[in-house]
């Protein structure tokens, strides 16, 4: 194909790009905002997606399997936990006005300058390899496209113009507003739109090589069952091959979070934290949908090609070639090329936003020059800085890829990139769920990780293409063997990266905790960590919760947050917040410490936090707090929520307690009205007996001529109302001891069959009278009981006259047992009569309770004797209960505990 | 006989023997024809073959109350000059209000004066001693 031709498509493609984020960027400005969605969010995030998805993961499969893989269940793993983690990451940013992963850390650890351009340094360092194979990417499609062989020592050749090209691209594109805050409508536009146009692609070319050069999946199987290595490909490696897939998923885990493209897409230009609600299922549905070809597409490209023929990484391509499908192929080039374009575009624009605000910044602030005025010039220079820094990075990762990213897939030098970012692992999640990690363990952790980052994967690849002598990967550095690149300490039988990341991470983290707890904060960090820990906490009283102490003049900040961000944004912010901090203007021009931090954090959204934090410190004058000053001050605006939250606790506690009172007068109601009952129930049954006696009485007395068998009739009956009346009144004088817990129990061990026999005695003359045949069976020798024994007599005397009364009357039986079960004892008192039927055999314990049946109804008797009993067998601790069935007697029977070891038994 | 028909006759209802005696000594003693029931079913077989002048009526009673039953008096046409005499251990201000609205001619509480029970049934049937 001709070479031009595909040039001129690159830049036509190019220059859509640019119109399509130009259309975004107006879309924006009119208010009809094309990027608030969750689903342009979501394939934003797919930039993760590179060439070497797209070129690479061909590449990997066809030489190792399935192993290709990992790198995509390591996001997919992480997307549910975004929730936890990138939700938290997101507001602290939007709170702080962080933009870059560098900055991030940084503000973690005090706005430490060191930090963040340790932080830059490594992410330079680190990303570089995985831009220089974008570039690869984009020279090797070319080159296989048109059919031209790359000249490796040619200079300058195509893949350095592709690097300018896409360095002023970048610049035109990415550096037009300098607040780095300032969401890239355009360009996530533009990333969405190369998310959608490489997976269409991708696909349409794996549907080609499966359907059409193929006869489908179980063709191309069948057929690839030939290739030797097949088993190979389609097993895990048992040797190592599980600690291998783990540390890439590990690996893949941690870049999806802080590979600093990944930071601006998810975290910077994120525009409502709900949208992570979505991305976290269309992420990983995309990873899967873009690698549903990948397999067939790898093992058909074996198929086709005799090995060693044509680099596997260039399959999807080269597969269209060889059939013919010139278009096909110029689409299947141009998915690449968004792709890799794609990730150069956001990654060197978050490199140069990092660089600039963490590199160059804070030495340019630092200089007289800078600091006595010319702060004017600051924006320009910034800008220059930045676009500088573009053209820098890519001419690195030119310089990178002709020295280094040549000889390696893309997959091997990326992952290279991938270790590198995992650096930032323990000092960033450990800054936002652990408040006592210092700037010194992160520091510590940083260093070390990276050193052994350099050492373990850097360096061999440097031994590899001859820039350092093989001598050190195998005999290791200056002859030492515990230094082996490969085998570090004596390490072995570890995979390179598996055995560099046990190291990076194991002593990274642990130098991280470590010093963490061996170093003192200082109030800003500890302020800081505060803040970040409990971001949720805090985020809308952001700026009353930090804590800044010393004199300022509002000039002296007016003018400088005018040097930034101009005349016209600067008033309009200062009224925002004096809207929402309403304070009168004072007399002395001294600044309300609030708004310091309020321009601070103004700043840093332009040159980044340290840098900020060094600009104000330059016009106000600070004085030093102490950490008790800092907590005290923490603790008071966080007192603003609490207090709220106690509020809205306490009006629920109130209603809880109203609803608790409501329901305790019910119950108190309840128990008043039973009371009512209870009197009115007593003074009833009194009037009864009372009535007979006062009627027969007066009877009496009129009537002097009566017979003297009616005046008998009339005085017995006089005389036995007399008695029932003193029963009733005996009766309701116990139960009301009973009830109120006045009763007291003379408890003395007492035989059962004694106190059985005392009862029976009592009734003796009764029984006899009716014809009642009565047995009595208690069993010998038991344990004596616990009990008082007048009482236990009135419960057994009351239960045998029940009985009495109510036994077949022609033929009455009573039999009285007691016997020793299951650790009491337990008696019964079973009469003949007609039972009582199921519904009146709980109602019978209650007081005054009058059987419906009245033939069953106690021809006298008080309705109180059966309450009586049951308060007696329950304060003995026992249980009183009757079985019956209608027609076939019942049987009344209690329990008694029996305390076993007795000392006082035999008494 | 003759003097029997001229005998006005009268219901006692109550549930309790031992006031039912006294009262179907003092009836009869003051020359009514005396019937007795021991509930409320009873009560109302006695109306219905009887047709009393006077109804001596006990409330609380196990199956059909007192109040129930002189409603059901007063719904009979048969029974339209008979009075009704509630006879009562309830004493309560709106149990008594309670029996008149239900129709009674008297309520008087228990435990009561034999002599004033008899002079107001006297005054209430026009016996009034000549």
């Known amino acids: 194909m001709n070479y031009w031709l595909v040039i001129g498509v690159s830049f036509c493609y190019l220059a859509l790009l640019f119109g399509l984020a130009s259309w975004a960027e107006t879309r924006s400005a009119a208010g009809k905002s094309f990027v608030s969605n969750p689903y342009i969010y979501a394939l934003s995030m797919a930039v993760y997606c590179t060439a070497w998805t797209y070129y690479g993961s061909v590449g990997r499969a066809a030489t190792s399997g399935l192993e290709y893989l990992a790198i995509y269940i390591g996001p997919t793993l992480m997307a549910p936990l975004w929730w936890v983690v990138l939700r938290k990451i997101i507001r602290i940013c939007k709170v702080q006005r962080i933009t870059t992963i560098a900055d991030f850390i940084s503000s973690r650890y005090g706005k430490n300058i060191t930090l963040g351009s340790i932080v830059t340094v490594v992410c330079v360092l680190g990303v570089i390899p995985y831009i220089s194979i974008q570039l690869k990417a984009i020279a090797s499609s070319l080159s296989v496209l048109t059919s031209t062989t790359m000249e490796a020592e040619a200079f300058p050749d195509t893949s350095f113009f592709i690097a300018i090209g896409l360095a002023l691209f970048t610049i035109v594109y990415g550096t037009r507003h300098i607040e780095a805050t300032e969401r890239h409508e355009g360009m996530v536009t533009a990333i969405a739109f190369e998310s959608v146009l490489k997976l269409v692609v991708f696909i349409v070319a794996g549907v080609f090589v499966t359907y059409f050069v193929f006869n489908g999946f179980d063709d191309i199987m069948a057929q690839a069952v030939q290739l030797p290595d097949f088993e190979e490909l389609m097993t895990f490696r048992s040797e190592g091959g599980y600690g291998e897939w783990f540390w890439m998923i590990f690996l893949s885990m941690l870049a999806i979070l802080f590979l600093p493209r990944q930071f601006q897409v998810a975290v910077v230009e994120n525009v409502n934290e709900q949208h992570l609600n979505k991305a976290m299922w269309l992420f990983p549905l995309y990873l899967f949908v873009i690698n549903i070809f990948v397999l067939p597409i790898a093992l058909g490209g074996r198929l086709l090609f005799a090995p060693g023929s044509i680099d596997a990484d260039m399959f999807v391509l080269a597969i269209p070639l060889s059939q013919g499908q010139g278009v096909l192929a110029l689409l299947v080039y141009l998915g690449g090329f968004s792709a890799a374009t794609s990730m150069v575009i956001v990654a060197t624009i978050a490199l140069s936003v990092m660089m600039s605000n963490n590199l160059v910044m804070p030495l340019m602030v630092g200089t007289p020059y800078f600091k006595t005025g010319n702060q004017d010039r600051l924006t320009r220079f910034l800008i220059y800085s930045r676009r500088l820094c573009i053209l820098l990075v890519l001419v690195l990762a030119y310089l990178y890829y002709k020295g280094v990213a040549e000889y390696y897939s893309l997959v091997e030098v990326g992952l290279v990139s991938f270790a590198a970012v995992a650096q930032f692992a323990p000092a960033v999640i450990g800054g936002i769920f652990w408040k006592e990690g210092t700037k010194g363990g992160a520091l510590a952790g940083i260093i070390m990780g990276s050193v052994l980052w350099f050492y373990t994967l850097v360096v061999p690849s440097m031994v590899g293409v001859s820039m350092l002598p093989t001598s050190v990967m195998s005999e290791g550095a200056f002859g030492i063997a515990l230094l082996k690149p490969f085998e570090l300490f004596g390490l072995q039988g570890l995979d390179y990266i598996s055995h560099a990341m046990f190291w990076t991470m194991s002593l990274n983290t642990a130098l991280y905790i470590g010093v963490s707890l061996l170093s003192r904060q200082t109030s800003q960090e500890r302020n800081q960590a505060e803040v970040f820990v409990d971001i949720f906490r805090y985020s809308t009283v952001y700026e009353s919760s930090i804590i800044w102490k010393g004199t300022a003049y509002l000039p002296d900040i007016r003018s400088l947050l005018i040097s930034f961000l101009g005349e016209q944004r600067t008033e309009s912010a200062l009224q925002t917040f004096h809207r929402k901090y309403p304070a009168p203007e004072s007399e002395t021009g001294l600044a309300d410490p609030k708004l310091v931090t309020y321009a601070e954090k103004l700043l840093s959204g332009v040159i980044g936090s340290s840098s900020a934090h060094i600009m104000v410190g330059s016009v106000v004058k600070e004085e030093e707090i102490s950490i008790d000053e800092v907590l005290d001050i923490l603790r008071e605006s966080q007192q603003l929520i609490s207090m709220n939250n106690e509020l809205r606790r306490k009006s629920k506690e109130l209603r809880l307690a109203t609803g608790q009172l409501r329901s305790a007068n019910e119950r108190l109601k309840q128990l008043d009205e039973l009371k009512d009952e209870f009197l009115s129930t007593v003074t009833h049954e009194l009037r009864t007996p009372l009535t007979s006696i006062r009627a027969l009485s007066e009877i009496l007395y009129d009537n002097p001529e009566l017979e003297r068998e009616d005046q008998e009739h009339f005085l017995q009956t006089i005389v036995k109302e007399s008695e029932r009346l003193s029963r009733l009144i005996t009766q309701v004088l116990d139960l009301e001891r009973f009830e109120s817990g006045k009763q007291e129990l003379n408890i003395a061990p007492v035989q059962l069959r004694e106190v059985v026999k005392e009862s029976v005695e009592a009734l003796e003359r009764l029984i006899e009278e009716k014809g009642i045949t009565l047995v009595v069976d208690v069993q010998q020798n038991l344990p004596p009981l616990l009990a008082d024994r007048d009482r236990l007599i009135q419960v057994l005397v009351n239960l045998i006259s029940n009985a009495i009364k109510f036994c077949n009357p022609e033929q009455g039986e009573i039999t009285v047992s007691g016997y020793w079960i299951d650790g009491q004892v337990k008696v019964n008192v079973m009469d003949n009569g007609k039972g009582i039927d199921q519904e009146s055999q709980e109602q019978i314990f209650d007081k005054f309770y009058q059987a419906r049946n009245q033939n069953i109804r106690k021809p006298e008797g008080s309705g109180l004797g059966l309450a009586i009993c049951k308060k007696i067998i329950v304060s003995h601790k026992g249980r009183l209960w009757v079985d019956s069935e209608p027609g076939k007697g019942a049987k009344f029977s209690f329990t008694l505990p029996v305390n076993v070891p007795v000392p006082a038994a035999k008494a | ?130």
Do not use: H
């Open chain 2, 1 to 130: 006989m003759k003097q029997e028909k001229e005998k006005l006759k009268i219901l006692v209802v109550d549930d309790e023997p031992s006031i039912l005696m006294p009262l179907e000594f003092l009836m009869r003693k003051n020359g009514f024809q005396v019937f007795i029931a021991r509930n409320g079913t009873e009560a109302m077989e006695s109306v219905n073959s009887e047709l009393p002048q006077v109804v001596v009526l006990d409330i609380m009673m196990p199956d059909v109350d007192g109040y129930e039953v002189c409603r059901r008096i007063r719904e009979k046409k048969e029974m339209s000059g008979a009075k009704v005499i509630f006879l009562s251990a309830k004493t309560k201000e709106a149990d008594i209000k309670k029996g008149y609205a239900a129709g009674a001619d008297l309520y008087i509480p228990k435990p009561f004066s034999t002599r004033f029970l008899m002079e107001k049934i006297k005054e209430l049937t026009g016996t009034v001693s000549k």
